[in-house]
């Protein structure tokens, strides 16, 4: 996922251990169609029900409330994708102590394409996940991503990564604009929940920690 997600957590029990979870959550209930002639998203219509209970756990967890104190947490391993069928690297939350902390600044657009090839251009200078598309000759028939996380559920997206790549080819190759307009899924938020086990080494478990974000904006 890039931008990439990275929170600062305050408030923790020193001996504690918690478990931290990133999801992605609608804002609303609406699927969106970006009219180019009025420069604007408007609704398409009635989304499909997302998904509940598909949560990325950081593959640092647990983490000690020190741990917590003392550095940044980075989602820099994230993947989104819409197949609901994998489930790997996806928990439920359980009826235990947590807290749940929702970051407006990371509000974003889940797009079937890029509706401005400056944004795809930009996404593939900036994006580390993107090297092989910064080829001048435009060629790189190899490019996947990587493997060695598991991923997030957007609901209503095509799979990102192979659309990505024929958008690109046909930008390389100078090829005319791309307009497809397709409904797509809802403006989604990301959240990040900190579990707290019941269990605390040799502390008692405290309330719910507040936590600030540090996140990057999402802007496709």
Do not use: C
Request: glycine fraction near 4%; charge should be neutral.
């Amino acid at each position: 996922m890039f931008p990439t997600v990275k929170v600062s957590v305050s408030n923790v029990d020193y001996d504690a251990l918690y478990y931290v979870f990133l999801d992605v959550i609608p804002v609303d209930a609406k699927r969106y169609r970006y009219i180019y002639n009025k420069s604007a998203w408007l609704t398409a219509g009635k989304a499909e029900p997302a998904p509940r209970n598909r949560l990325y756990l950081h593959p640092d967890s647990p983490f000690s409330g020190e741990q917590l104190l003392k550095q940044v947490i980075s989602f820099e391993k994230a993947k989104l994708t819409n197949n609901e069928v994998d489930k790997a690297g996806h928990m439920t939350l359980t009826d235990e102590e947590h807290g749940t902390f929702v970051f407006p600044e990371t509000q974003f657009m889940a797009v079937t394409a890029y509706q401005n090839q400056l944004i795809t251009k930009l996404k593939i200078e900036k994006n580390p996940f993107a090297k092989g598309f910064r080829d001048p000759s435009g060629r790189s028939p190899d490019y996947e991503p990587s493997n060695d996380s598991p991923s997030l559920l957007l609901p209503n997206m095509y799979q990102p990564a192979l659309l990505q790549h024929a958008l690109l080819q046909q930008y390389y190759a100078k090829a005319s604009a791309v307009r497809v307009m397709p409904p797509i899924g809802p403006s989604l938020l990301s959240q990040m929940l900190l579990y707290q086990m019941p269990f605390s080494l040799g502390a008692q478990s405290t309330n719910d920690p507040p936590a600030t974000s540090s996140a990057e904006p999402a802007r496709l």
